[in-house]
C-alpha cells in the first residue's frame, strides 16, 4: 500500500492552531502564506507518494549492507536522494545566504511528517544533516561555517551525530574519545563511536561527523567534553575533496526496525588520527551538540506521527477490504468488511485521534520555535523559546510512545494477518520501537521535563499553559452544540490533574527525588495526553466554526476531537494518580 499524505489536516493544524498567519507575518517570513504553505506541501505529497513510499517496503526485505569496510544502501535509495536534493528539499528551512530556502520550520514539520511517513529508514539521513547545520549555524566559526554549511544544504555532502561510546550510552561524562591539538588550529582525534545513523553510506560524496571528545587536559565529566567537525574526506581551501581522512565503518548493526538505515560503528584514528575541527569553545562541546540533539528530538517526535499515520492508513485500507462476520445490530445477513464492526471502528477511530492530536501538538511546538527565532520582540523571542523548549521533550516522548501503540493497533486490526510480515503492518510497528530510545529514551527526556523545564523556572511555563488550557474551557462552555459539552469534562479533569502533579513535583523534588523521577514518564505522559488533548480541543472549536465551508472534513475533525476526548483525555485522572501515589509506596523490581 502506498502512502497518502494527509495534506488537508496539515493545512488545517498550520491555519487554525499552529499560527502560520502570525509567523508569516514575522520579518523575514513574509513569503510563507497559506497559499505558499499549500503548495510546498502538495509538492512534497507527491515526491513523498511517488518516489519514497515504493521504496520503504523493499528497502525492509534488501537494507543497507556493508561489505570490506564500505555500505552500500538498499536499492534506489541513493536515486532517490539525488532526486531529494535536486529539488531543494534539504535546504528549504535554512538560511537563503548559506543556499536554504529560508521558510519557517512550521512549514517544513509537514514536510519533515511526509518524509518520516512515506520511508522512515531514507528520512533519518536528511534530519541528521539537518542537525549538523543547526550546530555549524549556531556554534561553527565563520570559516567552518563557509566552508561546511552550504554543501550540507545543498545535498552534496551529509552530516551525523556522534555521542555513544561502547562504554558510555546515554552517560556522557564516560566519553573517551581523544582530541589532540595539532598545533596548527586542527585536532587528531582516536576512538570509537557506535550507534551513529548513516555514518557510512553511498548517497554523497562526502560525510561530516560532529564529535564529541576529549582534549589531554580537559577535566572529568560532561564539562571537559568538547564538539569537533571530523570530514570522512579532507575538505581544500577551494572546497574540493583531498585524500580519505582516518575514519574507518567498521560494522553496521542488524536491527529489529529502520533496517534500512545504516547505523555504523566508526574508528577514529587507527593510523595516526582524524583530522577534526573544533566546533565551538573548548570543554563546551554538549552546548553546542545540545543544539543538534534537541533538534533532532523534536524531528524524533514527528517521526513518530509519521509512523503513526502510515500504520493507521494502513490499517484503514485493510479494514475497508477484509469481509469477515456478520455485523452485531443485524444489519446484515452476510458477511461485512471489518470497518462495520464496532471494535474495529473504536481501535481505528483511535489511532486516528492519537495521530492527529500528536501533529497538533508538534505544530503548535514549530510555531513556538520560529516565533522563538524571529520575533522582533526580545521579550515575546524568551517567551516563544520557553514554551518550545517545555513541549519539545513532550512532543519526543508522548508522540513516540503514542507511535508504538497505533502501530501495535494496526497489527491488532489485520488480526493474524498483521503478525506476517507480506501485509507490511509490521514493519510499521518494528519501525516505531527505537522512536522511544534514540535521541534520548522517553525517561531521559521525562527527566528533562521535571529537571530542566518545570523545577528550574519554578512551573512557570507549565502554570501558563495550564491557564491557556483554561481559557479553551471558557470558549467550550460558551458553545451551545453537544460536542463542545462533551469535551468540555474530560479536558477539565485533566487540566486539573496536571495541575496537581505540577504542583506535587515543585512540592516533592528536592525531599523525595525518587518518588518524583521515579514517576516522571507518567508525568510526561499526562503532559502529552492533557496538551494534546488541548489542541484536539482547540480544533473542535475551529471546526464548529468553518464547518459550513466543508462540512464533511469539519464534521470528521469533530468526531475525532470526541474520540479522544473519551478514549485518552479520561486516562489523566489516572495518570495523576500514579505520579500522586508516589512518594507511598517503593516499586519492587
Avoid at 538498499?74 to 538560511?95: C, D, I
Avoid at 567552518?144 to 554543501?151: H, N, S, T, Y
Avoid at 501495535?408 to 514493519?427: D, P, R
Avoid at 502529552?528 to 459550513?548: C, E, I, V, Y
Wanted: glycine residues 10%.
Amino acid at each position: 500500500m502506498t502512502y497518502h499524505a494527509p495534506v488537508k489536516d496539515m493545512l488545517f493544524v498550520l491555519n487554525h492552531l499552529a499560527g502560520l498567519r502570525q509567523v508569516a507575518a514575522l520579518p523575514g517570513f513574509e513569503e510563507a502564506t497559506p497559499d505558499t504553505a499549500q503548495a510546498v506541501l502538495e509538492e512534497s505529497a507527491t515526491f513523498a507518494a511517488e518516489v519514497l513510499a515504493p521504496l520503504n517496503h523493499p528497502a525492509d526485505r534488501e537494507p543497507s549492507s556493508w561489505r570490506d569496510g564500505v555500505v552500500t544502501t538498499a536499492p534506489g535509495f541513493k536515486q532517490a536522494f539525488a532526486q531529494y536534493t535536486e529539488a531543494g528539499w534539504q535546504g528549504m528551512s535554512h538560511p537563503v545566504e548559506y543556499g536554504g530556502q529560508g521558510l519557517p520550520g512550521l512549514i517544513g514539520s509537514p514536510c519533515s511528517e511526509m518524509l518520516n511517513a512515506a520511508n522512515l529508514s531514507f528520512a533519518l539521513c536528511p534530519l541528521l544533516t539537518n542537525g549538523a547545520i543547526e550546530a555549524l549555524l549556531t556554534a561553527g566559526s565563520p570559516e567552518l561555517k563557509k566552508r561546511f554549511i552550504g554543501p550540507m544544504i545543498s545535498g552534496q555532502w551529509t552530516g551525523t551525530m556522534n555521542l555513544t561510546e561502547p562504554q558510555a550510552g546515554s552517560d556522557l561524562a564516560m566519553i573517551r574519545t581523544r582530541a589532540q591539538p595539532v598545533g596548527d588550529g586542527t585536532y587528531r582525534l582516536s576512538g570509537t563511536k557506535i550507534f551513529i545513523t548513516y555514518g557510512d553510506h553511498d548517497l554523497t560524496e562526502n560525510i561530516l561527523h560532529l564529535v564529541l571528545a576529549r582534549l589531554p587536559d580537559a577535566p572529568d565529566g560532561v564539562k571537559g567534553i568538547s564538539l569537533f567537525l571530523v570530514p570522512k574526506f579532507l575538505v581544500n581551501e577551494d572546497g574540493s575533496l583531498g585524500a580519505r581522512n582516518d575514519v574507518t565503518c567498521v560494522s553496521i548493526e542488524h536491527k529489529l526496525g529502520i533496517k534500512a538505515s545504516p547505523t555504523a560503528t566508526l574508528q577514529f584514528g587507527d593510523a595516526g588520527g582524524a583530522l577534526g575541527y573544533l566546533v565551538g569553545q573548548e570543554n563546551r562541546g554538549l552546548d553546542a551538540m545540545f543544539i543538534m540533539m534537541n533538534a533532532a528530538r523534536y524531528a524524533v517526535g514527528v517521526q513518530g506521527i509519521a509512523i503513526a499515520d502510515r500504520a493507521y492508513q494502513h490499517a484503514l485500507a485493510y479494514a475497508a477490504e477484509r469481509v469477515q462476520s456478520r455485523p452485531v445490530d443485524g444489519s446484515s445477513r452476510d458477511a461485512v468488511t471489518i470497518i462495520h464492526h464496532p471494535d474495529v471502528r473504536r481501535m481505528l477511530g483511535t489511532m486516528r485521534a492519537l495521530t492527529e492530536a500528536g501533529r497538533a501538538l508538534a505544530y503548535v511546538t514549530a510555531g513556538h520555535a520560529d516565533l522563538a527565532h524571529a520575533s522582533p520582540d526580545a521579550d515575546e523571542r524568551k517567551r516563544h523559546l520557553a514554551i518550545q523548549e517545555f513541549l519539545v521533550p513532550i512532543v519526543k516522548g508522548w508522540c513516540t510512545e503514542m507511535s508504538i501503540d497505533v502501530a501495535s493497533l494496526g497489527v491488532q486490526v489485520h488480526g493474524g494477518m498483521g503478525f506476517i510480515e507480506e501485509t507490511g503492518a509490521a514493519q510499521y510497528y518494528r519501525d516505531a520501537r527505537i522512536l522511544t530510545i534514540y535521541e534520548g529514551t522517553t525517561a531521559i527526556q521525562a527527566n528533562d521535563l521535571i529537571g530542566r523545564k518545570t523545577l528550574r523556572d519554578g512551573g512557570a511555563v507549565a502554570q501558563g499553559l495550564l491557564d491557556a488550557i483554561r481559557q479553551t474551557e471558557t470558549e467550550l462552555e460558551a458553545r451551545s452544540e453537544p460536542a463542545a459539552n462533551l469535551m468540555l469534562k474530560p479536558l477539565r479533569q485533566a487540566r486539573l490533574a496536571l495541575a496537581n502533579v505540577v504542583d506535587f513535583v515543585l512540592a516533592n523534588a528536592a525531599s523525595a527525588p525518587n518518588a518524583v523521577f521515579g514517576s516522571a514518564v507518567p508525568y510526561l505522559l499526562l503532559a502529552g495526553t492533557t496538551l494534546a488533548g488541548w489542541q484536539m480541543a482547540r480544533a473542535l472549536l475551529a471546526s464548529l466554526d468553518h464547518r459550513d465551508e466543508d462540512p464533511e472534513f469539519h464534521q470528521a475533525k469533530i468526531a475525532t476531537a470526541q474520540t479522544y476526548a473519551l478514549h485518552k483525555l479520561t486516562q489523566a485522572p489516572g495518570l495523576a494518580a500514579v505520579v500522586l501515589g508516589s512518594r507511598d509506596y517503593a516499586v519492587q523490581p
